[in-house]
């Protein structure tokens, strides 16, 4: 080592001996203030960003269903021919049935309990269609929900042939 | 005190972050005026170094001296400037004069304020790796990885900044 490296280790101290520029300590504290004014700036707008995300998500999660169904569903609820050709025709081979089941059933007396408690449980199945039809359109046409509503023709159907089974009953009983 | 609450005191207490800076801007401003020679950039490079050591002081890991840390900070600040200003550290054309080629007798008469004085003289190249591995300690390997230069360009100017001080200091004498 040099006699003058030697010299600078030995002096190391003095030579951080430099007078600061006057007035140093006041441009720190104002650019301290300047950073917090930033920082806090940065807070409040990754707040702001945050609030607007989780708008999005919610409003997303809300639109999407309706988004991702066929075009023509338009409110808060879908039938099984909106969902495909193969659905729609299962739809149409059961509400025909329904349909044409329904009208043999028109003199049917309903003073019998049997049929009393049959008429309800169909009232009560074609109230839980209308639900499953509001379930399809929200969970973007599950098939959980197709096979729920498919299950539910097959069921009114099925009572619908025990009410036809009991008219064909009366009808014999009274000729 | 534990770390940790100081740790959160310099980051939120500004009562505590002015007593930090008046304690250590001496040391941080020396380093980077011997840095950048430029009275005005050093005390806007120190501060920054300052507000943003404040501001990561989490990542303080407390196995050094609180102001070495920031001094750290202050010359990587002030080395990327230089670098965004393309100083060339690693040029020989730089160097006027000559010194490299000759060798000045090192009597060993020196003083603080001619050395200083000397210092601010050097090309900046020079006075960089020259302040760098005499101040900073940084040997030349770590020099040479900062400055993006050779090992052996960075020795090279440390030896003829030595040279060039010698010989200034020479001639205040004469």
Not at chain 2, 72 to 90: E, G, T
Request: hydrophobic share 35%; charged share 35%; aromatic share 8%.
């Amino acid at each position: 080592m040099s006699d003058l490296e030697k010299f600078i280790k030995k002096e190391r101290d003095s030579f951080d001996e430099e007078p600061l520029p006057l007035g140093h300590e006041n441009r720190f504290l104002m650019k301290t203030e300047k950073q917090k004014i930033e920082n806090e700036n940065r807070v409040r707008f990754w707040r702001v960003a945050a609030a607007i995300t989780v708008l999005l998500l919610a409003g997303g999660s809300l639109l999407l269903p309706r988004f991702n169904s066929p075009v023509d569903v338009q409110y808060g609820s879908m039938a099984l021919s909106d969902v495909s050709s193969d659905m729609a025709n299962i739809e149409l081979y059961y509400t025909s049935k329904l349909e044409e089941k329904y009208k043999g059933l028109q003199e049917l007396s309903e003073t019998n309990t049997e049929v009393k408690s049959l008429f309800y449980e169909l009232t009560f199945l074609n109230e839980e269609y209308d639900n499953l039809e509001r379930e399809l359109y929200r969970s973007g046409t599950s098939d959980r929900v197709i096979l729920a509503m498919i299950e539910n023709f097959r069921l009114r159907l099925k009572i619908m042939e025990e009410l036809e089974k009991i008219k064909n009953e009366q009808l014999s009983e009274s000729s | 005190m534990e770390i940790s609450l100081i740790k959160k005191q310099l980051k939120t207490d500004r009562r505590v972050q002015t007593d930090v800076y008046n304690a250590c801007c001496r040391r941080v401003y020396a380093s980077c005026l011997r840095i950048l020679n430029d009275p005005h950039e050093a005390e806007d490079f120190m501060q920054e170094a300052f507000i943003q050591a404040f501001d990561r002081i989490d990542s303080f890991r407390g196995d050094s001296r609180l102001a070495s840390w920031i001094c750290r900070i202050a010359i990587n600040k002030c080395l990327d400037h230089l670098k965004k200003r393309k100083v060339p550290f690693d040029m020989d054309a730089e160097f006027e004069g000559g010194a490299e080629n000759h060798h000045y007798e090192d009597e060993g008469s020196y003083d603080v304020d001619r050395i200083k004085r000397a210092m601010k003289d050097l090309p900046e190249g020079c006075r960089v790796v020259f302040s760098l591995h005499l101040f900073e300690d940084m040997d030349h390997k770590s020099i040479s990885k900062h400055l993006g230069i050779k090992e052996a360009s960075s020795r090279a100017q440390f030896a003829r900044a030595k040279n060039r001080i010698i010989e200034l200091v020479k001639e205040t004498y004469v």
